[in-house]
T-cell receptor, first 111, second 114 residues
Framework: RKEVEQDPGPFNVPEGATVAFNCTYS??????FFWYRQDCRKEPKLLMS???SGNEDGRFTAQLNRASQYISLLIRDSKLSDSATYLC????????????FGAGTRLTVKP | NAGVTQTPKFRILKIGQSMTLQCTQD?????MYWYRQDPGMGLKLIYY???????DKGEVPNGYNVSRSTTEDFPLRLELAAPSQTSVYFC?????????????FGPGTRLTVL
């Protein structure tokens, strides 16, 4: 089983749609969780951290379910500019050298 | 601030050649990392450094070497290039405090080994 698994997509949605991505992780000792965004042929950039209580940043909501070992990202009112690959990242020991990246889920938002 | 810069942007190597990928950051971050990203795969950690003079292996260190003589620079060396090293290489840096997890990535180096 992969350490971090994501549905690769692609997800093709119209503007204004709500879309949700899930990510599962294998190591129950994992300490912290993130969503990064990666545009085509660009570097990853932090989108948001994921907290146990769930957190929201504008149109983006991230949630963590430790019991089931999954993380989710919800994007509401999708914009064309949301088109990108979304990487799920898990930090196993709360140590910067143990970040494990999922392969990413590709999202295309169409007019 | 330029952030994290990498050179070159692209490179084609022949099997057996060697090269150094350069990485520099101007944010005074203690932690620096080298990752590789193969098509359709997640990033894999090659080497990391927690400060000048200190380096350690990540998940996939074979075929690579690093050094960290200054806080700013973290070059990655490929000694005998192999086709399996064809990939996109990202350098990253982060704040020194353990648990502060934001990593800042450079634009990447696309390497092809033929």
């Amino acid at each position: 089983r992969k350490e971090v698994e994501q549905d690769p997509g692609p997800f093709n949605v119209p503007e204004g749609a709500t879309v949700a991505f899930n990510c599962t992780y294998s190591n129950s000792a994992s300490q912290s969780f993130f969503w990064y965004r990666q545009d085509c042929r660009k570097e990853p950039k932090l989108l948001m951290s994921v907290y146990s209580s769930g957190n929201e940043d504008g149109r983006f909501t991230a949630q963590l379910n430790r019991a089931s070992q999954y993380i989710s990202l919800l994007i509401r009112d999708s914009k064309l500019s949301d088109s990108a690959t979304y990487l799920c990242v898990v930090n196993i020991f709360n140590n910067n050298n143990d970040m494990r990246f999922g392969a990413g889920t590709r999202l295309t938002v169409k007019p | 601030n330029a952030g994290v810069t990498q050179t070159p942007k692209f490179r084609i190597l022949k099997i057996g050649q060697s090269m150094t990928l350069q990485c520099t950051q101007d944010m005074n971050h203690n932690y620096m990392y080298w990752y590789r990203q193969d098509p359709g795969m997640g990033l894999k950690l090659i080497y990391y450094s927690v400060g000048a003079g200190i380096t350690d292996k990540g998940e996939v260190p074979n075929g690579y070497n690093v050094s960290r003589s200054t806080t700013e620079d973290f070059p990655l060396r490929l000694e005998l290039a192999a086709p399996s090293q064809t990939s996109v290489y990202f350098c990253a840096s982060s704040y020194p405090t353990v648990g502060t997890d934001t990593q800042y990535f450079g634009p990447g180096t696309r390497l092809t080994v033929l």
